[in-house]
């Protein structure tokens, strides 16, 4: 399966995006990660549907847009969406997942369902008809900057293991959190093929973004 990068924006340099954009889409970036939260869902807030907006005029890479808001199936219409955007949920954040998914299709976008560390992969049988990919969060969701649960990268390896027996080997798997250089090896060994790149990667303080982009993909290969 290919292996992408979807650089999580809320770590990038707001001052300098421009540019920054420039070196991405120079980086032959896959994705951009763009999370979304309500202080509800999750204790904090980042970034919104106006940013959404401003980088599909800025940019051709398509968006990963992260929803970690309450009920997002009310608030899809809110954000503009493009084709080959994919759009995460978390299953704990909807009553009606298998919904919100759908209605992710019918707007022309690509579902993904997110499961947080305590989310049992369970949840993923009966929705794997309905998504083009399956977001495993390698930390809780809300901050940039936190430590790796290490019972994800078994995870991600079951994960792996039920969507390919079931024959939904297209399906992606994404981690998002701590996907350090070290980490990010790990996470491909695992089964992962879309790796959210944040402040333990590319936008770490330690290099420039151009050699910390060349140090990740030859992490994951
Ligand atoms: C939350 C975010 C973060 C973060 C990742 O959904 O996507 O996990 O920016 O970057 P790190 O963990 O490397 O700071
Ligand atoms: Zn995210």
């Not at 940013?51 to 051709?60: G, I, N, P, W």
């Not at 080997?169 to 879309?194: H, P, Q, R, Y």
Request: glycine letters at 8%; hydrophobic letters at 40%; a negative charge.
């Amino acid at each position: 399966m290919k292996r992408m990068i979807s650089p999580s924006l809320m770590c990038a340099d707001f001052m300098n995006l421009g540019d920054e954009l420039k070196k991405l889409e120079k980086g032959n970036i896959e994705y951009l990660h763009v999370d979304i939260m309500d202080g509800v869902y999750v204790p904090n807030y980042t970034l919104g549907t106006d940013f959404v907006k401003r980088l599909h005029a800025a940019t051709d890479i398509p968006l990963d847009i992260h929803l970690m808001i309450d009920e997002p199936t009310a608030k899809l219409d809110w954000f503009e969406l493009c084709e080959g955007d994919y759009v995460s949920v978390h299953y704990e954040s909807c009553t009606h997942i298998q919904r919100a998914l759908n209605l992710i299709r019918e707007r022309g976008a690509r579902p993904m369902l997110a499961l947080n560390p305590g989310t049992p992969l369970t949840v993923l049988e009966e929705l794997m008809p309905y998504i083009d990919g399956v977001l495993i969060m390698t930390v809780n969701p809300g901050f940039s900057g936190q430590k790796l649960v290490t019972s994800t990268l078994g995870k991600i390896t079951r994960c792996r293991e039920l969507l390919d027996r079931n024959g939904y080997t297209e399906v992606d798997i994404e981690c998002d959190g701590n996907v350090s250089f070290e980490n990010a090896k790990l996470m491909k060994e695992a089964g992962a093929n879309i790796f959210v790149a944040g402040t333990s990667s590319i936008y770490s303080k330690a290099d420039t973004l151009e050699n910390n982009l060349a140090r990740l993909r030859a992490a994951i290969g």
